[in-house]
Structure formats: structure tokens, C-alpha cells
């Protein structure tokens, strides 16, 4: 059976192994438990980028999602309020926030999916989690591109 | 003997039970999404260059009325556990306790005038 290696992710901070309290009991969660691994001493891998990025995609979606309460609300408001927020999402800088949200969209989609197939025991040896990392990247890229193209052209 | 449990966990003495609610609720909502949000993808698509009447027939629309409830729903209690465990992971001291109630709160205030927004609509008030 395959052994599970899980990091923590970018920016959780560890404390140095000689500040730790060894004898203390895990129970005890205000001694300073000894977390594993440190994270300084790894060579920078995709799968941790990837890793961080699903994570600050998570954060602008939980935040971009204030833009769908306007958009709805707005809509629900009547006329007026729909044709202020149609200005703005139609505007270049509403257009590049569209854009920027469906690249996150599209993004953490392809990493929830990555984490799936993690969730059924498949792609965790190095190499294929490392190819299936930049493969989320690659995707993302070029799906949001794709999807842009078809507003282009066909919108 | 060591107890390699928390006190809280302890004297919650539920053992094992009820620890793998986050992960599954996070899995489940995820799952939904993958459906759901496609949906309302494809819904804001065919709506880009639609008027406001053309906008408002669609919300009246109860397909569209009761998927996009189902959208706001499943997504906002991703976002809410999502964000709850990157608060944990990041927060210690005194400002966690205040940024996960912030969170909760964050998250339902989204999901309610959402929802209201698409019942309005739906019955079209």
C-alpha cells in the first residue's frame, strides 16, 4: 500500500524543531505540537503552486461572488438598477473581472476534479500528480481562452 | 497513557463520529458544483446580450428559477467551508474566532439576497 506524504500548504507557519515542547501531550493543543514537514527545505514543485492557487482562486471566487449578488439583485430591482449593473459588467473593467473570475472558475473547477481523482486513491506517485499539475494549469489556460473566443466570435 | 485527542474533542465524546462532516460536505457541495455552476455558466452565455424583459422571462422561467436556488446554495456552503479552513489554517489568536463567525455570516448574507433576488424574480414581482 502506497504511503501518503500530505504538505501543508504555502504559508502555514511551522515552528523551528528546536522550540518544541517533545514531551509535552498532543492533547494539550497550546504546547507546540510538531508539524511536519518543513515546508523552507522542499525544492518549489507545481503541485505546491497548484496547491496555493486553488487555494487564492477559492479566495477571489468567495469574494467575486459579491459581483452575482449585484448582478441578481440588480435584475430582481427592476429596469434601472439592471441597465447600471449591465453598464458595468459590459465596461472594460467589468469585462476583465469577468474574465479573471472565469479563468478562477474554470481553475479550481480542474483542481476540485484533481482532488477527486486523489479521492479515489489514483495519480498520487510523484511524477503523475507533478504531469497532472501543470496539466490543471495548461487546461485552465486554455479553456478560459477558448470560452473568450466564443464570446468574440459569437457574441 | 497519552490521549491523543483534543479536551474539546474529549468531552464532546462523540469519538470518531461526526469528523469527517467538513470533508464530506465539502466533497458533496463540490461534486454539485461541477453541475451547477456549468449551468449557470451556460445560462449567463445565452443571456449576454439579452435585454432586461429577455433577463426577467428567463428568471421566470421555474427550471432556471429552481437550478439557479440550487447553484447559490451548493456554492455558498463550498465557499463557507473552503474559507473556514483557510482561516484555520492561517489565523491563530484573537482574530479567529471573530473572522469564522464573519465568514458564516459572510456566506448566508450572500446566499439569502441571492435567493431572494431569484424568488422576486421567479414570481415575478
Known amino acids: 500500500m502506497a504511503v501518503r506524504r500530505t504538505a501543508l500548504p504555502l504559508g502555514v507557519p511551522v515552528l523551528p524543531a528546536e522550540s518544541m515542547d517533545w514531551k509535552a501531550p498532543m492533547s494539550d493543543v497550546k504546547s507546540a505540537r ?3 514537514p518543513h515546508i523552507s527545505i522542499y525544492r518549489f514543485r507545481p503541485t505546491m503552486a497548484m496547491s496555493i492557487v486553488h487555494r487564492i482562486t477559492g479566495g477571489a471566487l468567495y469574494v467575486g461572488t459579491l459581483f452575482l449578488v449585484w448582478w441578481l439583485v440588480a435584475a430582481a430591482g427592476g429596469p434601472d ?3 447600471a449593473a449591465s453598464g458595468f459588467f459590459g465596461s472594460f473593467l467589468g469585462k476583465l473581472i469577468l474574465f479573471g473570475y472565469s479563468w478562477a472558475l474554470i481553475h479550481h473547477m480542474l483542481g476540485g476534479i484533481r482532488h477527486f481523482v486523489w479521492d479515489m486513491g489514483h495519480a498520487d506517485s510523484r511524477e503523475t500528480s507533478t504531469k497532472l499539475a501543470v496539466a490543471t494549469l495548461i487546461g485552465s489556460v486554455a479553456l478560459t481562452v477558448l470560452l473568450w473566443l466564443g464570446i468574440l466570435i459569437f457574441g | ?11 464532546r465524546g462523540l469519538g470518531a463520529a461526526g469528523g469527517t462532516e467538513h470533508f464530506w460536505q465539502q466533497r458533496l457541495t463540490a461534486v454539485a458544483n461541477v453541475f451547477l455552476i456549468t449551468f449557470f455558466v451556460i445560462l449567463l452565455l445565452t443571456l449576454m446580450n439579452e435585454s432586461y424583459e429577455g ?19 451548493s456554492a455558498t456552503i463550498h465557499m463557507k467551508l473552503g474559507m473556514q479552513v483557510i482561516i484555520e489554517d492561517y489565523v491563530h489568536g484573537g482574530a479567529k474566532l471573530p473572522l469564522l463567525i464573519l465568514n458564516t455570516f459572510f456566506a448566508i448574507a450572500v446566499a439569502a439576497a441571492c435567493l431572494f433576488a431569484i424568488v422576486k424574480m421567479s414570481f415575478g414581482a
Open chain 1, 34 to 36: 510538531p508539524l511536519s
Open chain 1, 81 to 83: 438598477s439592471f441597465a
Open chain 2, 1 to 11: 497513557m497519552s490521549d491523543f485527542r483534543t479536551p474539546l474533542r474529549r468531552v
Open chain 2, 55 to 73: 433577463v426577467r422571462a428567463a428568471f421566470a422561467n421555474p427550471f432556471v428559477g429552481i437550478v439557479m436556488a440550487l447553484v447559490v446554495v
